[in-house]
């Protein structure tokens, strides 16, 4: 039977002892970039879903105040076609509104542009009674008075797309 002292056992010299010290802070390091990379790419999607969410609203938004300025311009020249389309369009978009209103809570640049384009719509109501009601009023001069409301109606809803695009871009820091 051989017995074992202490000097025949190998001890691992002072650079071995650097150098497995350095490999476990690599390996513990590694592990927690993969972590930290993990983690900013699951907020990254969800800051990605919620844009594209926003968007997806903002779009719905411009589409409709587009489609609400044809049917008016085709009302305004025939307006014998009736104004259910009209008030259909009307709706559709009070509705986009509605529901991005609901999502710009805590958002004061995007409440004021809602509260802009709310005015403007009001403007745009008035105006769209008094052709329902008296037909006296369908001359020229209302006509242009529809386009300068639909005109600042697409101007503002293209303002409300910017701020948004902005305040997207603001935190890719690409502002």
Known sequence: MTTTTASSRRTLSPVQIGLLVVVGLLAVSVEVLILRAYFNSINTAAFFREASYVTTDLANVQR???LL?????????????????????????????????????????????????????????????????????????????????LSSLERQVKTLYQIQ?????EPLGRG
Not at 97 to 122: H, K, M, Y
């Open 69 to 149: 300025q044809v049917e008016t311009n085709q009302v305004l020249h025939d307006p014998d076609r009736g104004f259910k389309n009209l008030e259909l369009r009307r709706s559709l978009l009070a509705n986009q509104l509605r529901l991005r209103a609901a999502q710009a809570t805590g958002n004061p640049p995007v409440t004021e542009a809602l509260q802009q384009i709310d005015i403007t719509l009001e403007k745009y109501d008035a105006l769209l009674a008094l052709f329902q009601t008296n037909p006296a009023s369908r001359q020229p001069d209302l006509n242009v008075q529809f386009e300068e409301v």
């Open 64 to 66: 409709e105040a587009l």
């Open 165 to 169: 695009h902005f305040q997207q871009q």
